[in-house]
């Protein structure tokens, strides 16, 4: 079961990063209208509102490094929490910048996820 896990989270961080840095506004099929984003503190719900904020920042193109990535079964049946640390690097700027990004995914009946909660931080340091 834990090996299980550990495939689907990394699948989901591998899909959800490739999306971001190289077709950004189909991450929001990956969000139901209940989802909550929450970026630097501002906390954004549902599907629209998450997709806007996404594609409304200020660089339209990055590349993520994952260093690590911890996922563990949620008390929701099938659910599943996937912690991820590693830097992005911003088109045109030498620094990388240190990140942390937690994702709470939702079994659908389809056999996909979807993603309820996401938080996400910049590390400063």
Request: charged share 15%; net charge negative.
């Amino acid at each position: 079961m834990e090996e299980q896990i550990d495939m689907v989270g990394k699948a989901f961080v591998d899909h959800y990063y490739h999306l971001f840095d190289n077709d950004r506004p189909s991450l929001s099929s990956l969000y139901q209208p209940s989802s909550m984003l929450t970026f630097e503190g501002q906390k954004i719900q549902g599907v629209d509102e998450i997709a806007a904020k996404l594609n409304q920042l200020p660089f339209d193109q990055c590349r993520h490094v994952i260093s690590t990535i911890d996922s563990q079964p949620s008390s929701i049946t099938g659910g599943i929490v996937v912690f991820v640390s590693g830097s992005l690097q911003l088109l045109g700027e030498e620094h990388l910048l240190r990140f942390s990004q937690m994702f709470h995914l939702i079994p659908m009946l389809q056999g996909n996820f979807f993603v309820q909660n996401d938080i996400f931080r910049l590390n400063y340091g």
